[in-house]
């Protein structure tokens, strides 16, 4: 099955700078890749996802880039805020099943 | 438009009890999923249902877990008997289609504790 690895586990940054997490996948068949943000006593939230064939997705400060050749995938938020403070998953998918990575605590310091 | 509803929100049980779990998921989506997240991982699906039929359930213990999805909307996760291991956060997600591609919307979780 779909093996799906993220780093970092944590990643504190000042408010304002970026933040990025990258994910790598075994499955070469995955075509579809989400993002999820988890608050603290809340289920997660889809922010953004690619499709295999794009290499690169915006959404104002939110972009992920998918390398497919090298089965990885990362997520780049720029001018963080403290709302930004959250659990990150990454997950991938080949089929009707999502398979996650094990999430990224991001603290944005104010 | 309402989201996928979980109640209870939190449960302490000791081992050996059952305990069940029940999601009510967004209207109109045919595909519910019931997740396992241990604390410090990713979600991990237990059961997927198209409808009331039973996708994928390869991942459920089926010796001590049982689902449900009566007339293809709420659906009812059971845990009987309990191990300590089963602690974790039990969420339920809902998709208008089956593929994976689909956006899956998640409830807020049920808290399980084992003790």
């Known amino acids: 099955g779909e093996n799906v690895e993220q780093h970092p586990s944590t990643l504190s940054v000042q408010e304002g700078d970026s933040a990025v997490i990258k994910c790598t996948y075994s499955?070469?068949?995955?075509?579809?890749f989400p993002w999820y943000k988890q608050e603290l006593g809340k289920g997660p939230q889809l922010i953004i996802d690619?499709?295999?064939?794009?290499g690169e997705k915006k959404d104002q400060r939110i972009a992920v880039t998918l390398n497919k050749t090298a089965k990885h995938f990362s997520l780049h938020i720029t001018e963080t805020q403290p709302e930004d403070s959250a659990v990150y998953f990454c997950a991938a998918s080949a089929d009707y099943k999502l398979s996650f990575g094990a999430g990224t605590t991001v603290t944005v310091r104010a | 438009e309402a989201g996928v509803a979980q109640s209870p929100r939190y449960k302490i049980i000791e081992k050996r009890q059952s305990v069940a779990f029940w999601c009510n998921p967004i209207?109109?989506?045919?595909?519910l999923y019931w997740y396992q997240q241990i604390l410090g991982q990713g979600p991990k699906l237990l059961i997927q249902?198209?409808?009331?039929?039973?996708?994928?359930d390869s991942q459920l213990p089926k010796d001590r877990f049982s689902a449900e999805r009566l007339k293809g909307v709420d659906s009812t996760l059971k845990i009987q008997p309990a191990k300590l291991e089963d602690s974790a956060v039990y969420l339920c997600a809902s998709s208008f289609g089956t593929s994976g591609r689909n956006e899956q919307y998640f409830g807020p979780g049920t808290r399980l504790t084992v003790t």
């Open positions: 499955d070469s068949a995955s075509n579809y």
């Open positions: 249902f198209q409808n009331n039929g039973v996708v994928d």
């Open positions: 209207s109109g989506h045919a595909t």
């Open positions: 690619i499709r295999s064939n794009v």
